[in-house]
């Protein structure tokens, strides 16, 4: 009985459960029980050894060896040995014949990551051993054989380096057979929630510690980080934050001390009609301005469309709330209708109640709108006690 999707991802550890993820899950179960040469390309920290070892655990190769070789951390004067290996003599402190990844490999599958940082000259060993499973060790004659089913991974366009001349086209088109793009996380966000589970939960039960979770509030704001080190940077800081914090719970006061500190927010600081603002004003006078900027421009539109419906049907009155506008220092105040005090705070807490309820309780789409950071927003919940909206 063939393992459903679900089962194949919690058998090996793939996490994910976006569109993105399901295509690349559905195209590793139809290639794994192949021999087919596979490309795995992805930013760095994307996950790309565990599919490579999801490929090999799913195919016929599962009961031999895995062996994972980063062509990028290997010198390359030595490279060519680590991978045929060398015959006793060959150079300078050999002083005894080694196997390399492909005999130690045999039968099973050789993983070669970064393989995009292979010099030129060993590329056409490589094609060699891929297409007829004969090489020859540094310093020997001899032809050997090896049974090898390739994976290779690359953090770069193999097709931009072939096109620079740095990596050869025959190769390229022989790894290619398939081609598996692993997406970064910003590109499927709602996968984040399940890692931060995912890793909280295993470090925990690894370390023995109790820990009172992530509030809903600092997982939505992780979700809104651009996470530029993709899987491996978010496990990073999941493990940091549960020892930093001692096992507490964190709520998104807590998470803010842990985030970086350049503005890698998705949803952060968007360029917008509403900018710029002036660079000599502290960070909370320059959100209440922004703040103010997208009420006043809610009040305009709300008018403009009252008197569009008054001029259109004088005996029709619309029933909207308008709220009111706080002028800047150097505008000056309308007239207020009512006579009442302008209230800076109720005209914050209106827009930002807005904004949530237009987006359906979404805070990073609204903290977007807004013109403000996620951090910003959650701030302004916690001071005017909108937890609940």
């Not at 050999?94 to 030129?120: C, H, N, Q, S, W």
């Not at 056409?124 to 051993?129: A, T």
């Not at 390229?172 to 709602?190: A, G, K, M, Q, T």
């Not at 150097?330 to 309820?357: P, R, V, W």
Request: a negative charge; charged letters at 30%.
């Amino acid at each position: 009985m063939e393992m459903t999707a679900e089962e194949f991802q919690e058998k090996f550890g793939i996490v994910g459960t976006s569109p993105a993820m399901k295509e690349v899950i559905a195209t590793i179960m139809k290639v794994a029980p192949t021999d087919v040469t596979v490309l795995i390309n992805g930013e760095s920290g994307v996950g790309k050894e565990i599919v490579a070892r999801a490929i090999h655990g799913a195919s016929a190769r599962s009961a031999r060896s895995v062996v994972a070789v980063n062509c990028g951390a290997i010198p390359e004067g030595i490279l060519e040995s680590e991978l045929f290996g060398h015959q006793r003599g060959a150079f300078t402190g050999a002083v005894e014949t080694r196997k390399g990844y492909f005999e130690i490999a045999d039968g099973g599958t050789l993983f070669l990551d970064e393989i995009g940082d292979m010099p030129l000259p060993l590329q056409v060993k490589l094609l060699r051993v891929i297409e007829t499973g004969e090489y020859m060790r540094v310093g020997s004659s001899a032809t050997q054989t090896s049974d090898v089913r390739v994976i290779a991974a690359s953090n770069k366009s193999l097709e931009d380096e072939v096109a620079k001349g740095f990596f050869r086209q025959d190769l390229y088109f022989r790894l290619r057979s398939v081609n598996l793009y692993i997406p970064p996380l910003r590109e499927r966000r709602e996968d984040i929630p399940i890692f931060i589970e995912k890793f909280s939960h295993e470090f925990c039960e690894r370390n023995k510690i109790v820990f009172g979770g992530f509030s809903r509030e600092s997982i939505e704001i992780l979700s809104g980080l651009e996470w530029p080190g993709n899987v491996r940077e978010l496990r990073n800081l999941v493990e940091s934050v549960i020892v930093l914090e001692r096992g507490n719970h964190v709520d998104a006061a807590a998470i803010e001390k842990y985030l970086p500190k350049s503005g890698a927010f998705y949803s952060g600081e968007p360029t917008s009609r509403f900018l710029p603002v002036r660079v000599d004003k502290t960070p909370e006078e320059s959100e209440r301005e922004l703040i103010l900027r997208a009420l006043w421009e809610i009040k305009n539109d709300i008018v403009d469309l009252k008197s569009f419906f008054q001029a259109d049907r004088p005996e029709r009155k619309l029933a909207l709330p308008v709220p009111q506008y706080v002028p800047g220092p150097h505008e000056e105040a309308e007239d207020s209708s009512d006579g009442k005090e302008l209230n800076l705070e109720e005209m914050e807490k209106y827009l930002i109640q807005s904004a949530i309820k237009k987006f359906h309780g979404n805070k990073r789409m609204a903290a977007q709108a807004l013109g403000i950071s996620m951090r910003s927003l959650y701030r302004k919940l916690q001071q005017y006690k909108l937890k609940d909206v």
